[in-house]
């Protein structure tokens, strides 16, 4: 049974460009939530993406945006990157309705230069 | 606002000890969850253990409790018999349950070396 997948596991960007990252949920989940995590720190959240609509967002700014596919899988878009956006970046799916359950992927790390 | 507050930044403990692992929660819903994740250097988070706000009983999952202590707002994590392969980074997160809230916060987390 797979896990969230997402890719790539590595990226490096140059300052004010944009980046799509990608994530496919455990089979059986349908809502999928991002995350940023700087070194050293927590996870922060992002968004979280259930039917196709963003459900609840973080304290991001615009540059920040996702999508969902009817599959349930999700994209994480950054645009006009900065330095500060260098970060491993973590998806996590669940069901809806279930009070716990997030499975996380492994993650994307992102460097911008 | 949800707070999740993690005091040790890293610990040490050797092979086949216990290590409790604090952490302490600050929240005004009466309806939460509380998580513990672990984080090796690969990156994925991977869940441990869980506490809802109204269980009873500490959870337990193996060699991992949670020791949730309600009116002191703590929920730290107990790793009985360590092994070498428990090092990694710990997170306490939580989740609060009224309103239209979804998201999981995080503590800044715990490092833990497994000393042979």
């Known amino acids: 049974d797979a896990g969230v997948t997402q890719s790539p596991t590595h990226l490096i960007k140059t300052r004010g460009q944009q980046v799509t990252l990608r994530c496919s949920p455990k089979s059986g989940h349908d809502t999928v939530s991002w995350y940023q995590q700087a070194l050293g720190q927590g996870p922060q959240f992002i968004f979280q993406?259930?039917?196709?609509?963003?459900?609840q967002r973080g304290n991001f700014p615009d540059r920040f945006s996702g999508h969902q596919f009817p599959n349930y899988s999700s994209e994480l878009n950054v645009n006009a990157l900065l330095l500060g956006d260098s970060a491993l970046y973590l998806c996590?799916?669940?069901?809806?309705?279930?009070?716990?359950?997030?499975?996380f992927g492994s993650g994307t790390r992102l460097t911008v230069v | 606002a949800q707070k999740i507050t993690q005091t040790q930044p890293g610990m040490f403990v050797q092979e086949k000890e216990a290590v409790t692992l604090d952490c302490t929660y600050d929240t005004s819903d009466q309806s939460y969850g509380l998580f513990w994740y672990k984080q090796p250097s690969s990156g994925e988070m991977i869940f441990l253990i869980y506490?809802?706000?109204?269980?009873?009983q500490n959870a337990t999952e193996g060699r991992y409790s949670l020791n949730f202590q309600k009116a002191r707002k703590s929920a730290n994590l107990v790793i009985s018999a360590s092994q070498l392969g428990d090092s990694a980074m710990y997170f306490c997160a939580m989740r609060e349950y009224g309103g239209s809230n979804y998201k999981l916060t995080f503590g800044k987390g715990t490092l833990l070396t497994v000393n042979p």
């Open positions: 996590a799916s669940s069901l809806v309705g279930a009070p716990y359950g997030y499975t």
């Open positions: 506490q809802g706000s109204y269980d009873e």
């Open positions: 993406y259930y039917e196709e609509e963003e459900r």
